[in-house]
């Protein structure tokens, strides 16, 4: 059973708007966040992390909120770009072990 | 660093086959990891070790896979026999205890089973 879900596969966002992508989660042990980019062909990279004990974290472009009462974070991409154009994977973590959604393909558009 | 290194990084072979794929962890990374992605899963965990012991290996399919890490700069994902619906990307990773960065990941290896 997914414990971390991204319902939508994909999303696409024309340059320069916002760019947001979801993530729901399940278990509620979970204490740390992060969010992966992966380009075709090459393994997924660290994007950015939020512990539980914030709301948001923000770094550059990117922006990370977590709802811990609704179990759910966003990613926001401001502006978004063409070379954001990739699949995103959102991860949330319990002892050591990080828990993995089935990705958003995000195509920017120029 | 080199990275996380996986390979091959593609490997096609027929059904009833062995395939073994690679993976030589970060020097210094205490947690390896073995992953499969797949459209309709997406990136599942099959297997980790902590110090070279297997930690959790509930997300191994079947009998048909396993996994070994003999020394800290190398593991082994083993599928036999092999078949089609195997067919996946399989990703190693490896991090250090602290996991405030997350895991880095291996480029990944494509196998196909036909």
């Known amino acids: 059973d997914q414990q971390v879900k991204q319902n939508s596969p994909s999303l696409s966002v024309q340059e320069g708007r916002i760019s947001i992508l979801n993530c729901d989660y399940t278990n509620s042990m979970f204490d740390y966040f992060l969010w992966y980019k992966k380009y075709p062909a090459e393994g997924p990279t660290f994007l950015i992390s939020i512990s539980s004990i914030k709301d948001k974290n923000e770094d550059g472009r990117f922006t990370v909120f977590l709802n811990k009462s609704a179990k759910h974070l966003s990613l926001h991409i401001v502006p978004s770009q063409p070379g954001d154009s990739a699949v995103y994977f959102c991860?949330?973590?319990?002892?050591?072990?990080?828990?993995f959604g089935t990705g958003t393909s995000l195509t920017v558009i120029p | 660093d080199a990275g996380v290194i996986q390979s091959p990084r593609h490997e096609v072979t027929e059904m009833g086959q062995e395939v073994t794929l690679r993976c030589k962890p970060i020097s210094g990374h205490d947690y390896l990891f073995w992953y499969r992605q797949t459209m309709m899963r997406g990136l599942e965990l099959l297997i980790y070790?902590?110090?070279?012991?297997?930690?959790?290996d509930s997300g191994m399919p079947e009998d048909r896979f396993s996994a070994k890490m003999p020394n800290a700069s190398f593991s082994t994902l083993k599928i036999q026999p092999s078949e089609p619906r195997d067919s996946a990307v399989y990703f190693c990773?490896?991090?250090?205890?602290?996991?405030?960065?997350?895991?880095?990941f291996g480029s990944g290896t494509r196998l196909t089973v036909v």
């Open positions: 990773a490896s991090s250090r205890a602290s996991l405030n960065y997350g895991y880095t």
């Open positions: 991860a949330a973590s319990a002892s050591n072990q990080f828990y």
């Open positions: 070790f902590n110090n070279n012991v297997p930690i959790d």
